[in-house]
């Protein structure tokens, strides 16, 4: 049998439930700690102390600071940001998303991933 560009010889692996998890866990933290950066609202428009005046819409998203492809991490490299903020730092670039809107997110994301630590004692 000829085989196109697109057969496989041996079918796709079983997806693993729980490395999935694992994996999630590595590159967001755990839920917790997701709940907590969602519940903190956009960082900008707190940052500007009124959602409506800095444009937010949306719920609030996990936004990586560094992406992880470039290696970025997960507790320190996350930080809240709404749908509107999150999609204009895909957009534009991470560099020029700091340039533009003057923020430091790395900064951001230590300053949160503390107040969490100091707040609940780093339970993840």
């Known amino acids: 049998m000829k085989r196109t560009a697109l057969a496989r010889r041996t079918g796709l692996k ?6 999935a998890r694992k994996l999630h866990a ?3 933290g755990d839920e917790h700690f997701q709940a907590y950066v969602r519940n903190c609202g956009c960082l900008i428009g707190w940052l ?3 959602r409506e005046l800095a444009g ?10 560094k992406s ?11 930080v809240g940001l709404c749908t509107t903020h999150h999609r204009l730092q895909h957009q534009a ?7 533009r809107l003057r923020v430091d997110l790395q900064a951001e994301a230590e300053k ?13």
């Open 14 to 19: 079983k997806r693993n439930a729980r490395r």
């Open 26 to 28: 590595e590159q967001f």
């Open 48 to 50: 500007i102390g009124d």
């Open 56 to 65: 937010c819409w949306g719920p609030t998203e996990i936004a990586h600071v």
């Open 68 to 78: 992880r492809g470039a290696g970025g991490g997960a507790r320190n490299n996350v």
């Open 93 to 99: 670039g991470i560099e020029t998303f700091q340039k």
């Open 112 to 124: 949160m991933t503390k107040s969490y630590d100091d707040t609940y004692g780093g339970l993840a």
